[in-house]
């Protein structure tokens, strides 16, 4: 009974751990399409804390997969 508590914990653990975490790779395509989407947002988006919100989203993704310059 104990050894299955300890195999049931440790499994448990290891769905927790930071080994599982996927970080996301450069990618041209999610790039170019990131960039695409802040320069079209700046020219149409509204004044409103939403908007501004959805822009620095948009630029967070775009520091994810764009390459270093």
Request: net charge positive; proline share 3%; with cysteine.
């Amino acid at each position: 009974m104990t050894i299955l508590i300890i195999i049931s914990i440790i499994y448990a653990s290891s769905l927790f751990s930071d080994a599982n975490v996927k970080v996301p790779q450069k990618d041209a395509s999610l790039c170019k399409i990131f960039q695409d989407k802040i320069k079209t947002y700046k020219k149409t988006m509204r004044d409103d804390e939403y908007a501004v919100v959805t822009l620095a989203s948009y630029e967070k993704r775009a520091k994810i997969y764009c390459p270093d310059k």
